[in-house]
């Protein structure tokens, strides 16, 4: 079981404990009972989530929120989808880091042939991908789980902002990754040209 796994199981079973505790077992029906354990046994639908108006600025992907849905389940939707944009990126960051291994090397080389030229482009190239990955930690950094208590509209109006900053993370380093190679693949042609 992976640590994003364990914080949402945790997540919903603190918000069940705090839902329940929050009302006495005798006012509470026995048909209500059932329905919210049913809002966990529900696996989430992929029509759930539907594609973004990049045009208008908005997130990739955004959370379509069924009205009927109990904010519990409102709740676990929003924040396993922004576990689950950090969890498709996480693992570029290997990329990244081999990267800046690389731009590092190239740069120390170029500072030795005294190619001061190539040495500053170098350092711009690799000053994108060390904002890229500092990006990544900075968000990971300040991502606080929203606690059971907090007011539902509270956590997802947080939970939409940290879906927008996981995505600008996101982008900034497939960017990174993506820029940072063609440059040194570039840089490699031209050198093996002359």
Partial sequence: MNVRTLLLASL????AIACT???????????EKD?????????????SIEKGDKAAGEADYKV??????DPVTQRAKLYDLVMNTHDEVMPRMTEITKLRRT???AIRAAKNEENQELEEKLKK???KVESANKGMWDWMHSFK???PQDPQDEVMKYLEEEMKKVNKVKSDIETAITDGNKFID?????????
């Fill in 12 to 15: 919903i079973l603190s918000l």
């Fill in 21 to 31: 505790n929050s009302q006495k077992p005798q006012d509470k029906p026995e048909e």
């Fill in 35 to 47: 329905e919210f354990m049913e809002a966990f046994d529900n696996k989430y639908q992929p029509e």
């Fill in 64 to 69: 379509v929120m069924n009205a009927e849905e």
């Fill in 103 to 105: 731009l590092a090397q």
């Fill in 125 to 127: 190239e690799f000053d």
């Fill in 145 to 147: 789980h929203p606690a």
């Fill in 186 to 194: 570039d840089l490699r042609n031209n050198s093996t040209a002359k």
